[in-house]
């Protein structure tokens, strides 16, 4: 319980400097919060501002980097540019899929939304549809296919044509017995009513049925995923196979599947989830789609927090969100520390002992700890929870796989994909490491005239790329090329700035790849736009963020030990410590803000007997916090 800063015996200059920079307290803290990314923040604001089941003074939240937000990262100085906000790290949520980031942001803290896909933030606030999302354009393989660019339209991907450059014997079509002239898809294998998952398939029109109730969704979503938790493939439990070892047994080829990849954005690290994993997240979203939403916010779909009104309306950065839970803990009076990242956690007695990497030390009665696996390992063995944690708690620890994603951004003085190309929704799919996934929606822009597309500046997301397929278009070939790794152990940040005239010569390594990159990945597009003449000016500046080493994770199928849920182990790992885990790693939507929050609400309620939020549906309570989804 007390918090004090410890007399560091031999230290470097620079570690004594950390010292005496570090805060000097001798105070309570009843409850230690570890880490501020928003899994972290959120725990802090339900304890101490939402429910007030703690005194504010009595919760400390310590976060290792002199920022918020973790992998929640809203840039808004990049050099030329600053001010536009630039989320280089999570950047949106569904309003359906993710109920309780929506209530919380849009309900709870009273933030507006507007469309991820409407980049200008201008649509009316009650569209009911935003624009679509659609992959314009795949090149794939060196081959290229461009849809409808001015309809928004992608190119078909779903029927059979000779140009495709995959090889498919007739033995091996779409799976077994299976034309070729029909594409089947590795998601029909798990999904739809002839899913090789009897417990989902006997379902599946009814999970479906769009006029059913929440009430009446959720019960039948309940039952499924007590199916999915007791049923078995070939004898196997579905956490302990995973989506790849089925999509073989179902007919498909290694050449289908990098045909997958090829023309999706995906990954081939996803093929290995376990089966529950993936469908537990897949059939609660299909019971939640039947939330009613007020008209007043935007449609059943992505959106981005903004600020400001009428034309003055922008993208605030994901970051707002964290931001806001932070300054109302901290104004309710919590204590938050910057520039203390956890080295040991030990338990002693009742207490639990938090050492920092600046000499500091806390003494709290019960921690939250907001990592991922990365971090958490890297508070060593001997640190708890893991070190009493069970064998079953460790495993599924261990199942859980951080796969590899980098953004980047590049900025133009002339928004060329607006004005030249006409797109300003959509995506493309790229045959190249550097520009891997462009989307034309996503990133800062400002124009002097709104009405007029030749008077916007500002950035891109050029790319956009996730684990790691081919070992070159993926999150490891940007990490290959950051300035520094950011991991637990570096001390650094995720992002590498790169300006034009101000490049070493490892960053010009990247920048000619991601200029000639640009260019050639839009060849197909300005050929079909008829401006092969044009060519797209190198950008002033380019953000990187590589997420390699602390990325989103997936669960790998393992062999468990016991019958709980993960969530469940994860909430309190070490039975009978008073130590929990909470971060988008102990969630069930992986990736998503969504699974931080799923983790730091399920444990507040196990935990600390927190009432379910008056801003949430209480049926979503139930079944997944309460529940831990099972069912
Ligand atoms: C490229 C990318 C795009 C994404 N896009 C989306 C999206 O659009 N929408 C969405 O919902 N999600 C998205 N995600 C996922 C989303 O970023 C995460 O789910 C979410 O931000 C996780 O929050 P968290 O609090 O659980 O963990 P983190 O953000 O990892 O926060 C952990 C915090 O703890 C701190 N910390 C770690 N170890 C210590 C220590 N030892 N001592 C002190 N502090 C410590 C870290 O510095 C960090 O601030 C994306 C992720 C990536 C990488
Ligand atoms: C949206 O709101 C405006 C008024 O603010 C109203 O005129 C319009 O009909 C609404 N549209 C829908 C689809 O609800
Ligand atoms: C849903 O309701 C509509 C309108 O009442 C009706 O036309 C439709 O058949 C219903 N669908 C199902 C699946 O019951
Ligand atoms: C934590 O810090 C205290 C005080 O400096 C020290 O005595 C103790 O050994 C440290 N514990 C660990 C596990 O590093």
């Given at each position: 319980?007390?918090?004090?800063?410890?007399?560091?015996?031999?230290?470097?200059?620079?570690?004594?400097?950390?010292?005496?920079?570090?805060?000097?307290?001798?105070?309570?803290?009843?409850?230690?919060?570890?880490?501020?990314?928003?899994?972290?923040?959120?725990?802090?604001?339900?304890?101490?501002?939402?429910?007030?089941?703690?005194?504010?003074?009595?919760?400390?939240?310590?976060?290792?980097?002199?920022?918020?937000?973790?992998?929640?990262?809203?840039?808004?100085?990049?050099?030329?540019?600053?001010?536009?906000?630039?989320?280089?790290?999570?950047?949106r949520f569904h309003r359906?899929?993710h109920?309780?980031i929506r209530?919380?942001t849009e309900?709870?803290?009273?933030?507006e939304t507007a469309c991820y896909t409407d980049?200008?933030?201008?649509?009316?606030?009650?569209?009911?549809?935003c624009?679509?999302?659609?992959?314009?354009?795949?090149?794939?393989?060196?081959?290229?296919?461009?849809?409808?660019?001015?309809?928004?339209?992608?190119?078909?991907?779903?029927?059979?044509?000779?140009?495709?450059?995959?090889?498919?014997?007739?033995?091996?079509?779409?799976?077994?017995?299976?034309?070729?002239?029909?594409?089947?898809?590795?998601?029909?294998?798990?999904?739809?009513?002839?899913?090789?998952?009897?417990?989902?398939?006997?379902?599946?029109?009814?999970?479906?049925?769009?006029?059913?109730?929440?009430?009446?969704?959720?019960?039948?979503?309940?039952?499924?995923?007590?199916?999915?938790?007791?049923?078995?493939?070939?004898?196997?439990?579905?956490?302990?196979?995973?989506?790849?070892?089925?999509?073989?047994?179902?007919?498909?080829?290694?050449?289908?599947?990098?045909?997958?990849?090829?023309?999706?954005?995906?990954?081939?690290?996803?093929?290995?989830?376990?089966?529950?994993?993936?469908?537990?997240?897949?059939?609660?979203?299909?019971?939640?789609?039947?939330?009613?939403?007020?008209?007043?916010g935007p449609a059943a779909a992505m959106v981005v927090p903004v600020?400001?009104?009428?034309?003055?309306?922008?993208?605030?950065?994901?970051?707002?969100?964290?931001?806001?839970?932070?300054?109302?803990?901290?104004?309710?009076?919590?204590?938050?520390?910057?520039?203390?990242?956890?080295?040991?956690?030990?338990?002693?007695?009742?207490?639990?002992?938090?050492?920092?990497?600046?000499?500091?030390?806390?003494?709290?009665?019960?921690?939250?700890?907001?990592?991922?696996?990365?971090?958490?390992?890297?508070?060593?063995?001997?640190?708890?929870?893991?070190?009493?944690?069970?064998?079953?708690?460790?495993?599924?620890?261990?199942?859980?796989?951080?796969?590899?994603?980098?953004?980047?951004?590049?900025?133009?003085?002339?928004?060329?994909?607006?004005?030249?190309?006409?797109?300003?929704?959509?995506?493309?799919?790229?045959?190249?490491?550097?520009?891997?996934?462009?989307?034309?929606?996503?990133?800062?822009?400002?124009?002097?005239?709104?009405?007029?597309?030749?008077?916007?500046?500002?950035?891109?997301?050029?790319?956009?790329?996730?684990?790691?397929?081919?070992?070159?278009?993926?999150?490891?070939?940007?990490?290959?090329?950051?300035?520094?790794?950011?991991?637990?152990?570096?001390?650094?940040?995720?992002?590498?700035?790169?300006?034009?005239?101000?490049?070493?010569?490892?960053?010009?390594?990247?920048?000619?790849?991601?200029?000639?990159?640009?260019?050639?990945?839009?060849?197909?597009?300005?050929?079909?736009?008829?401006?092969?003449?044009?060519?797209?000016?190198?950008?002033?500046?380019?953000?990187?963020?590589?997420?390699?080493?602390?990325?989103?994770?997936?669960?790998?199928?393992?062999?468990?030990?016991?019958?709980?849920?993960?969530?469940?182990?994860?909430?309190?790992?070490?039975?009978?410590?008073?130590?929990?885990?909470?971060?988008?790693?102990?969630?069930?939507?992986?990736?998503?803000?969504?699974?931080?929050?799923?983790?730091?609400?399920?444990?507040?309620?196990?935990?600390?007997?927190?009432?379910?939020?008056?801003?949430?549906?209480?049926?979503?309570?139930?079944?997944?916090?309460?529940?831990?989804?099972?069912?």
């Amino acid at each position: 319980m007390r918090f004090t800063t410890v007399p560091v015996v031999a230290v470097t200059a620079i570690a004594a400097a950390t010292v005496a920079a570090a805060a000097v307290v001798d105070d309570d803290c009843e409850v230690a919060i570890v880490g501020g990314g928003i899994g972290g923040a959120y725990t802090a604001w339900r304890l101490a501002v939402d429910t007030k089941t703690v005194r504010p003074s009595k919760v400390c939240l310590f976060e290792a980097s002199d920022r918020f937000g973790g992998r929640i990262f809203s840039v808004d100085n990049v050099p030329g540019y600053e001010g536009y906000i630039t989320d280089v790290g999570a950047y949106r949520f569904h309003r359906t899929d993710h109920p309780i980031i929506r209530s919380l942001t849009e309900d709870a803290l009273g933030m507006e939304t507007a469309c991820y896909t409407d980049p200008t933030a201008s649509l009316p606030m009650n569209v009911t549809e935003c624009p679509p999302e659609n992959q314009l354009f795949t090149t794939v393989r060196t081959v290229s296919f461009v849809g409808d660019l001015d309809a928004g339209e992608a190119p078909d991907e779903s029927t059979w044509t000779p140009q495709w450059p995959f090889f498919l014997a007739d033995e091996n079509k779409w799976g077994s017995g299976r034309p070729r002239s029909s594409r089947g898809q590795l998601v029909d294998v798990f999904v739809g009513p002839k899913s090789m998952i009897p417990e989902l398939a006997s379902r599946w029109v009814a999970l479906n049925d769009k006029n059913a109730t929440l009430e009446a969704a959720m019960a039948l979503a309940d039952t499924t995923l007590a199916a999915l938790r007791v049923g078995t493939y070939k004898g196997v439990p579905y956490n302990q196979v995973s989506v790849v070892q089925m999509a073989r047994d179902a007919g498909f080829t290694p050449e289908q599947m990098a045909m997958e990849v090829g023309f999706s954005g995906g990954s081939a690290q996803f093929f290995n989830m376990n089966v529950l994993s993936l469908l537990t997240d897949s059939v609660r979203k299909m019971a939640t789609k039947r939330l009613p939403l007020a008209a007043t916010g935007p449609a059943a779909a992505m959106v981005v927090p903004v600020t400001g009104k009428g034309a003055s309306r922008k993208r605030a950065g994901m970051a707002s969100i964290v931001n806001k839970l932070i300054d109302e803990a901290r104004a309710a009076g919590v204590r938050v520390y910057t520039n203390h990242r956890a080295v040991s956690v030990r338990y002693d007695d009742g207490d639990v002992i938090v050492n920092f990497s600046n000499g500091g030390q806390t003494e709290a009665n019960r921690v939250f700890l907001n990592m991922g696996k990365a971090d958490l390992l890297a508070l060593g063995a001997a640190s708890e929870p893991m070190a009493s944690a069970s064998e079953d708690a460790r495993r599924r620890v261990d199942t859980t796989f951080p796969l590899g994603a980098s953004k980047t951004y590049c900025f133009w003085p002339s928004a060329w994909w607006l004005s030249d190309l006409r797109l300003s929704t959509g995506r493309g799919k790229a045959d190249n490491p550097a520009i891997v996934q462009p989307r034309y929606h996503d990133g800062p822009v400002q124009c002097t005239d709104p009405a007029d597309v030749s008077t916007c500046r500002g950035g891109l997301l050029v790319s956009y790329a996730f684990g790691d397929d081919t070992g070159a278009k993926s999150g490891m070939w940007a990490a290959s090329y950051a300035d520094a790794p950011y991991s637990p152990i570096s001390g650094k940040d995720a992002i590498t700035v790169l300006v034009k005239d101000r490049l070493t010569p490892r960053q010009k390594l990247l920048w000619s790849a991601l200029v000639d990159g640009i260019r050639s990945v839009h060849a197909p597009v300005l050929a079909a736009r008829q401006l092969t003449s044009m060519t797209i000016d190198e950008p002033d500046v380019c953000v990187m963020a590589s997420w390699f080493d602390v990325s989103l994770h997936i669960s790998r199928p393992v062999p468990t030990l016991g019958t709980a849920a993960s969530a469940e182990l994860y909430a309190a790992p070490a039975e009978g410590l008073p130590i929990h885990l909470v971060n988008e790693a102990w969630g069930d939507a992986h990736g998503w803000a969504e699974g931080s929050l799923q983790s730091a609400e399920r444990a507040l309620h196990a935990y600390m007997k927190l009432p379910p939020p008056s801003w949430l549906n209480t049926v979503v309570h139930t079944a997944v916090i309460k529940n831990y989804n099972k069912g």
